[in-house]
């Protein structure tokens, strides 16, 4: 079975830094597209930062500047580098991996078969 595990959340402080680790495994194919969603208490699942198979990055308009994602594609492992956190910042951070190649825009949740189980980001 595919499995998706993330790591890295925690608390911190506003302007500080988390780095968050993803790991796929389980599967003969190498990711496609890989990306960073996240959900705060009552609010939609969205989109932060997504990167495909030749390292080209897009980001959400919220965290440019701030958040940088990157992948290692020889173990198949997703990060995201998340600099100057805000409060609002604040929600549960998903990996999620497009493991055949599905159409679609790299911030629509319908594009990526495999999910994490998240891990907590708390910015206070």
């Known amino acids: 079975d595919v499995q998706l595990v993330e790591s890295g959340g925690g608390s911190v402080q506003a302007g500080g830094s988390l780095r968050l680790s993803c790991v796929v495994s389980?599967?003969?194919?190498?990711?496609?597209?890989m990306g960073w969603f996240r959900q705060a208490p009552g609010k939609k699942r969205e989109g932060v930062a997504a990167i495909d198979s030749d390292g080209g990055d897009r980001y959400a308009d919220s965290v440019k500047g701030r958040f940088t994602i990157s992948r290692e594609n020889t173990d198949d492992t997703l990060y995201l580098q998340m600099n100057g956190l805000l409060e609002e910042d604040s929600a549960i951070y998903y990996c999620?991996?497009?493991?055949?190649?599905?159409?679609?825009?790299?911030?629509?949740?319908?594009?990526?078969?495999?999910w994490g189980q998240g891990t907590q980001v708390t910015v206070s």
């Open positions: 389980g599967s003969t194919y190498s990711s496609n597209c």
């Open positions: 999620a991996a497009d493991l055949r190649g599905t159409p679609g825009s790299v911030f629509a949740r319908s594009k990526y078969g495999y």
